[in-house]
């Protein structure tokens, strides 16, 4: 037994110190996080009570480019639908109106594909069903998709009113949809013709450009001889013309031979080839002078000389003979002039079939009546049938096959090219390896082939357009959109500038029918508003499966027209006017969507904006069938802005495939990482280029996003200190307060001016900047021990606290149409509610009186000095002479005297979290520590002198001046009293 009592055991100061305290986990966990969010916004109808809130403002519409329902989201679709949330969000943060409905594209060959794949594994022949029933099982597999990636795109954080989205199958849609086309019809742009058209011989339809992709294909090539056959003169008698071609099986389609006047041509002789070659010593041939040693290399001709010029004016009248005249190809095949003609590559003359080409049509019938007073035949012949078939108009090659049901190259080039030698016109064949337009459902080729087709004319007269043509409207009305990124105004432009008219006829059951009679044996067709609206109500009631339960269409035509004098047109739309018609039923229809009725566009002297957004394909595809659709029955645009995005690709730039094993899903990104850190690749990256993902990038930004999320969690903590109302005037805050308030001012403007320029990238910059330099690195740093430290009743801990919670309010808003599920998490954290939200708050005003600029110019100064010291303490704690900052009382020297005075009056112990500092002036000793970038200053490290403070750790020669507290500082003390008076309260 001792006289002595036991030593109290040390007290424990971290029980008085205002560390951060919340449950704000620092474990994001968004996998299983998200969707309770998702299940409170539903609970909760947040989307029906923010168009509550945002009702009367200015509307801002994005019109949703309908996604295809036929199978699971993918990356770019993910991709393109947060893009869609972040801005639609942004807008109605700034102020707008911006309500966002979701649609769906229903109709057309992928959905009918997959049903005849259906089909097929079971025996059954499509032809054989019922064209109903048949559209029914379209119908139910668009539906069953459709709910599919409803919930997924609901799980990629996207909010819109996903309970009533428009669907282009539809009743009300399906009977819009035909009115448009209807509309067409009437004003005498819509007609039926005649045209060479990329047809698709699997799918056993015609194409438009926008369904075909150009990817690598081996095609046969062949150089043919055209006997010369009249008009040139005894010098020309014996000569051949010689083209080139891709496609042998389109020689029985030949009608002509083009030539260019500004093309040098000459008459060629072979003067030495070996036996063997279909060209022979002594021929002669026509060719291009530019192109004649390449044609007479393919030929293997080893010796050739050049007769004489051949001039153009010889040309003018010449006609040739068929190469396979001899199958009873017997007639007169003229030359024509042709722009497209060039001496690029082949020989300086193109064959020319007018069923088989766009140009090839284009001067055929440009020389129509020229040619028909010469007593040539203008009739373009049928030379492959929709099966890919050769024809009986193809003498000779009758039921040869281009391509196979399965898109594989038939015997029908084999055929004409052993044909072509059998006439001695062969005069060279080989293979090319090049980019073919192939069916991007099918993945086969396609063939161009004269199918009789309606189409809508680009450049007839409009009397309804005020007597312009549809290309005319359409250019204009795209020099009065406004294009993100601007190059995409070029891009359509040319386009549209130089695109044929457009095919709207599909030989197919799934769609929305092409809604017109014609009269028997004419081209005419019936124009009649009683007939229309009679359309439209049935299709209203029962949907465009009316036009199919009806024969004759007499329960349309009666009681004005008799059916038997009209034909029903049994073609359906190009499933393009389908989703370029959108605007129709979901823009202009008030009892449709009333949410995004009524709207008066900026250009019409209102306040209301429509955007479509959608990858950079699109061009060729939905703004344009949608401007062209718009602009036919409307003479405008149906939207001001176009914004487009990249397409994504690995991360070593390749395009994704599962056979090259690169794909990457968003579905497993959300499962593994959570959709915010998907929503975050999204908005950080320049979406107006191509975009890459994969694991290690995904990894990149988690790291991103964890330091904003510690950012969020250290400010819930730290404000879960602040007494509400316990402010501090603005005039006396310390300066350090009223910088980051001035920041704060800063990037209010620079925010709302990237959120209203769409310029994710750079709101996500700014932020993260700004939270991890400007917040954690910088301010939090210093002020932690103020905050954490300081006594109750310091007036600089509540002017910090009172800083820190501007901050947060304003981050969180401005985060969240990024990171939706995050910022909602922290919201609800600092602001508990059972309906609250972080997405009904809009952009916070700040006040213009927290800009200071002078103030931010010294402290840029201050903050440059404090880089040198960090540097130096960071060089002594590596050599392990100090542990921690606070062990440390540098000296640094300033030699600038601007710099100098910056200084004054700031505790710059406090701003670098050293115990001491002491700054004098002029240059320093030689090994003080300098920086490059900061001239003029220079650091020489020195430990602190003093005892360490028990509760804040600073080292000081005043620790234990209270009596009461001997083993703290005095403002320590002042704190622990003040803590203890409380705690007995």
Same mark, same amino acid.
């Given at each position: 037994?001792?006289?002595?009592?036991?030593?109290?055991?040390?007290?424990?100061?971290?029980?008085?110190?205002?560390?951060?305290?919340?449950?704000?986990?620092?474990?994001?966990?968004?996998?299983?996080?998200?969707?309770?969010?998702?299940?409170?916004?539903?609970?909760?109808?947040?989307?029906?009570?923010?168009?509550?809130?945002?009702?009367?403002?200015?509307?801002?519409?994005?019109?949703?480019?309908?996604?295809?329902?036929?199978?699971?989201?993918?990356?770019?679709?993910?991709?393109?639908?947060?893009?869609?949330?972040?801005?639609?969000?942004?807008?109605?943060?700034?102020?707008?109106?911006?309500?966002?409905?979701?649609?769906?594209?229903?109709?057309?060959?992928?959905?009918?594909?997959?049903?005849?794949?259906?089909?097929?594994?079971?025996?059954?022949?499509?032809?054989?069903?019922?064209?109903?029933?048949?559209?029914?099982?379209?119908?139910?597999?668009?539906?069953?998709?459709?709910?599919?990636?409803?919930?997924?795109?609901?799980?990629?954080?996207?909010?819109?009113?996903?309970?009533?989205?428009?669907?282009?199958?539809?009743?009300?849609?399906?009977?819009?949809?035909?009115?448009?086309?209807?509309?067409?019809?009437?004003?005498?742009?819509?007609?039926?013709?005649?045209?060479?058209?990329?047809?698709?011989?699997?799918?056993?339809?015609?194409?438009?450009?926008?369904?075909?992709?150009?990817?690598?294909?081996?095609?046969?090539?062949?150089?043919?001889?055209?006997?010369?056959?009249?008009?040139?003169?005894?010098?020309?008698?014996?000569?051949?013309?010689?083209?080139?071609?891709?496609?042998?099986?389109?020689?029985?389609?030949?009608?002509?031979?083009?030539?260019?006047?500004?093309?040098?041509?000459?008459?060629?002789?072979?003067?030495?080839?070996?036996?063997?070659?279909?060209?022979?010593?002594?021929?002669?041939?026509?060719?291009?002078?530019?192109?004649?040693?390449?044609?007479?290399?393919?030929?293997?001709?080893?010796?050739?000389?050049?007769?004489?010029?051949?001039?153009?004016?010889?040309?003018?009248?010449?006609?040739?003979?068929?190469?396979?005249?001899?199958?009873?190809?017997?007639?007169?095949?003229?030359?024509?002039?042709?722009?497209?003609?060039?001496?690029?590559?082949?020989?300086?003359?193109?064959?020319?079939?007018?069923?088989?080409?766009?140009?090839?049509?284009?001067?055929?019938?440009?020389?129509?009546?020229?040619?028909?007073?010469?007593?040539?035949?203008?009739?373009?012949?049928?030379?492959?049938?929709?099966?890919?078939?050769?024809?009986?108009?193809?003498?000779?090659?009758?039921?040869?096959?281009?391509?196979?049901?399965?898109?594989?190259?038939?015997?029908?080039?084999?055929?004409?090219?052993?044909?072509?030698?059998?006439?001695?016109?062969?005069?060279?064949?080989?293979?090319?390896?090049?980019?073919?337009?192939?069916?991007?459902?099918?993945?086969?080729?396609?063939?161009?082939?004269?199918?009789?087709?309606?189409?809508?004319?680009?450049?007839?007269?409009?009397?309804?357009?005020?007597?312009?043509?549809?290309?005319?409207?359409?250019?204009?009305?795209?020099?009065?959109?406004?294009?993100?990124?601007?190059?995409?105004?070029?891009?359509?432009?040319?386009?549209?500038?130089?695109?044929?008219?457009?095919?709207?006829?599909?030989?197919?059951?799934?769609?929305?029918?092409?809604?017109?009679?014609?009269?028997?044996?004419?081209?005419?067709?019936?124009?009649?508003?009683?007939?229309?609206?009679?359309?439209?109500?049935?299709?209203?009631?029962?949907?465009?499966?009316?036009?199919?339960?009806?024969?004759?269409?007499?329960?349309?035509?009666?009681?004005?027209?008799?059916?038997?004098?009209?034909?029903?047109?049994?073609?359906?739309?190009?499933?393009?006017?389908?989703?370029?018609?959108?605007?129709?039923?979901?823009?202009?229809?008030?009892?449709?969507?009333?949410?995004?009725?009524?709207?008066?566009?900026?250009?019409?002297?209102?306040?209301?904006?429509?955007?479509?957004?959608?990858?950079?394909?699109?061009?060729?595809?939905?703004?344009?069938?949608?401007?062209?659709?718009?602009?036919?029955?409307?003479?405008?645009?149906?939207?001001?802005?176009?914004?487009?995005?990249?397409?994504?690709?690995?991360?070593?730039?390749?395009?994704?495939?599962?056979?090259?094993?690169?794909?990457?899903?968003?579905?497993?990104?959300?499962?593994?990482?959570?959709?915010?850190?998907?929503?975050?690749?999204?908005?950080?990256?320049?979406?107006?280029?191509?975009?890459?993902?994969?694991?290690?990038?995904?990894?990149?930004?988690?790291?991103?996003?964890?330091?904003?999320?510690?950012?969020?969690?250290?400010?819930?903590?730290?404000?879960?200190?602040?007494?509400?109302?316990?402010?501090?005037?603005?005039?006396?805050?310390?300066?350090?307060?009223?910088?980051?308030?001035?920041?704060?001012?800063?990037?209010?403007?620079?925010?709302?001016?990237?959120?209203?320029?769409?310029?994710?990238?750079?709101?996500?910059?700014?932020?993260?900047?700004?939270?991890?330099?400007?917040?954690?690195?910088?301010?939090?740093?210093?002020?932690?021990?103020?905050?954490?430290?300081?006594?109750?009743?310091?007036?600089?801990?509540?002017?910090?606290?009172?800083?820190?919670?501007?901050?947060?309010?304003?981050?969180?808003?401005?985060?969240?149409?990024?990171?939706?599920?995050?910022?909602?998490?922290?919201?609800?954290?600092?602001?508990?509610?059972?309906?609250?939200?972080?997405?009904?708050?809009? $952009?916070? =005003?700040?006040?213009?009186?927290?800009?200071?600029? %002078? @103030? /931010? &110019?010294?402290?840029?100064?201050? !903050?440059?000095? #404090?880089?040198?010291?960090?540097?130096?303490?960071?060089?002594?704690?590596?050599?392990?002479?100090?542990?921690?900052?606070?062990?440390?009382?540098?000296?640094?020297?300033?030699?600038?005297?601007?710099?100098?005075?910056?200084?004054?009056?700031?505790?710059?112990?406090?701003?670098?979290?050293?115990?001491?500092?002491?700054?004098?002036?002029?240059?320093?000793?030689?090994?003080?520590?300098? $920086?490059? =970038?900061?001239?003029?200053?220079?650091?020489?490290? %020195? @430990? /602190? &002198?003093?005892?360490?403070?028990? !509760?804040?750790? #600073?080292?000081?020669?005043?620790?234990?001046?209270?009596?009461?507290?001997?083993?703290?500082?005095?403002?320590?003390?002042?704190?622990?009293?003040?803590?203890?008076?409380?705690?007995?309260?």
């Amino acid at each position: 037994m001792t006289d002595s009592a036991p030593a109290a055991p040390a007290r424990d100061y971290s029980q008085t110190l205002f560390l951060p305290k919340t449950d704000f986990p620092m474990r994001a966990g968004l996998p299983v996080r998200e969707p309770l969010l998702l299940e409170r916004w539903k609970a909760s109808d947040l989307y029906g009570r923010i168009r509550v809130a945002a009702k009367g403002r200015p509307k801002f519409v994005l019109h949703d480019g309908p996604p295809y329902a036929n199978g699971n989201i993918h990356i770019g679709t993910a991709l393109n639908k947060i893009l869609k949330d972040v801005i639609v969000r942004s807008q109605g943060a700034l102020g707008f109106d911006a309500n966002y409905v979701p649609g769906w594209d229903c109709h057309g060959l992928p959905i009918e594909w997959k049903i005849e794949e259906q089909y097929r594994a079971k025996g059954r022949n499509k032809d054989e069903v019922p064209v109903i029933e048949f559209r029914q099982e379209c119908r139910s597999f668009a539906g069953h998709w459709l709910d599919v990636q409803r919930e997924e795109f609901k799980r990629l954080g996207v909010t819109g009113d996903w309970d009533h989205p428009y669907v282009t199958m539809d009743f009300r849609a399906e009977a819009a949809i035909a009115a448009e086309l209807m509309t067409f019809a009437a004003t005498g742009q819509l007609y039926r013709g005649s045209k060479p058209v990329m047809w698709s011989v699997v799918e056993r339809t015609a194409l438009a450009e926008a369904e075909v992709e150009y990817e690598e294909h081996v095609s046969d090539t062949v150089f043919v001889a055209f006997p010369v056959r009249e008009g040139a003169g005894d010098d020309l008698a014996g000569a051949r013309v010689v083209i080139w071609t891709t496609t042998p099986w389109t020689i029985p389609g030949n009608r002509a031979v083009a030539y260019s006047k500004k093309i040098a041509y000459g008459l060629y002789r072979v003067t030495q080839a070996a036996d063997e070659n279909w060209a022979k010593a002594g021929d002669t041939y026509l060719l291009a002078d530019s192109l004649a040693a390449t044609v007479f290399s393919a030929a293997r001709v080893e010796a050739f000389e050049r007769v004489r010029d051949v001039p153009v004016s010889a040309l003018a009248g010449l006609t040739l003979a068929h190469p396979l005249a001899t199958l009873g190809y017997d007639f007169a095949v003229p030359m024509l002039d042709g722009d497209h003609v060039t001496d690029e590559s082949g020989t300086g003359f193109v064959h020319t079939a007018p069923g088989h080409g766009r140009e090839d049509f284009e001067i055929w019938m440009a020389n129509g009546r020229a040619l028909a007073q010469r007593g040539i035949d203008t009739r373009i012949p049928y030379t492959v049938d929709a099966d890919g078939a050769l024809t009986e108009e193809a003498y000779g090659f009758t039921g040869k096959l281009v391509l196979n049901h399965k898109g594989e190259k038939g015997d029908a080039n084999k055929a004409v090219i052993a044909a072509l030698v059998e006439a001695g016109n062969l005069v060279a064949r080989g293979v090319l390896r090049h980019q073919y337009p192939h069916s991007w459902r099918s993945k086969k080729p396609v063939i161009f082939r004269n199918t009789p087709q309606w189409f809508i004319a680009m450049d007839r007269p409009v009397e309804t357009l005020g007597n312009r043509t549809l290309r005319e409207v359409a250019v204009q009305a795209i020099e009065d959109t406004r294009w993100v990124p601007p190059q995409g105004k070029n891009r359509i432009n040319g386009m549209v500038g130089n695109r044929p008219d457009w095919v709207v006829s599909r030989q197919r059951a799934w769609g929305v029918p092409i809604t017109v009679f014609v009269r028997k044996g004419t081209s005419e067709v019936l124009r009649d508003e009683r007939v229309d609206a009679r359309i439209r109500a049935a299709f209203e009631a029962e949907g465009a499966d009316a036009w199919f339960s009806d024969v004759d269409g007499a329960r349309f035509l009666r009681p004005e027209h008799d059916p038997a004098e009209y034909e029903k047109v049994t073609d359906v739309l190009d499933v393009w006017f389908d989703s370029g018609s959108t605007h129709a039923f979901v823009l202009d229809d008030p009892q449709a969507f009333p949410g995004l009725s009524g709207v008066v566009r900026k250009r019409d002297g209102g306040t209301d904006t429509v955007m479509y957004l959608e990858g950079s394909d699109q061009h060729r595809g939905w703004f344009q069938s949608s401007l062209l659709e718009s602009c036919g029955t409307r003479g405008r645009a149906p939207y001001d802005i176009v914004l487009t995005h990249g397409f994504v690709l690995d991360p070593k730039g390749l395009k994704m495939s599962k056979s090259k094993g690169n794909v990457v899903a968003p579905q497993n990104i959300i499962k593994d990482s959570g959709a915010d850190i998907l929503r975050l690749w999204v908005a950080a990256s320049d979406y107006t280029d191509d975009l890459r993902i994969g694991p290690e990038i995904v990894k990149t930004f988690a790291e991103t996003y964890r330091k904003l999320r510690n950012s969020l969690r250290w400010m819930l903590g730290s404000l879960a200190h602040r007494v509400p109302g316990d402010d501090v005037p603005f005039a006396d805050m310390p300066e350090l307060e009223r910088l980051i308030l001035h920041r704060l001012a800063e990037l209010d403007g620079e925010i709302r001016e990237a959120y209203a320029a769409f310029d994710t990238k750079r709101v996500v910059a700014l932020l993260n900047g700004f939270m991890t330099g400007d917040l954690s690195a910088f301010y939090f740093d210093v002020r932690k021990d103020t905050l954490y430290c300081d006594p109750i009743s310091s007036g600089a801990r509540r002017a910090a606290l009172q800083v820190v919670d501007e901050v947060f309010r304003r981050v969180t808003i401005w985060l969240s149409p990024v990171l939706a599920f995050t910022a909602e998490e922290a919201w609800l954290d600092r602001y508990p509610s059972e309906d609250g939200s972080v997405h009904l708050q809009q $952009l916070p =005003e700040t006040p213009a009186s927290w800009r200071d600029a %002078a @103030l /931010a &110019e010294r402290w840029q100064r201050i !903050r440059a000095v #404090r880089r040198v010291v960090t540097g130096a303490l960071e060089i002594e704690r590596a050599a392990k002479r100090i542990g921690a900052s606070l062990e440390a009382a540098p000296v640094v020297h300033v030699a600038d005297a601007a710099l100098l005075g910056a200084l004054d009056g700031v505790d710059l112990a406090e701003v670098c979290i050293t115990s001491a500092i002491r700054v004098e002036a002029g240059e320093g000793p030689g090994d003080a520590f300098r $920086l490059d =970038e900061v001239r003029g200053v220079a650091v020489v490290p %020195a @430990l /602190a &002198e003093g005892r360490k403070c028990a !509760r804040s750790w #600073r080292v000081s020669p005043d620790v234990g001046m209270d009596p009461d507290y001997p083993d703290v500082t005095p403002r320590d003390a002042r704190a622990l009293r003040e803590w203890d008076a409380e705690q007995r309260a």
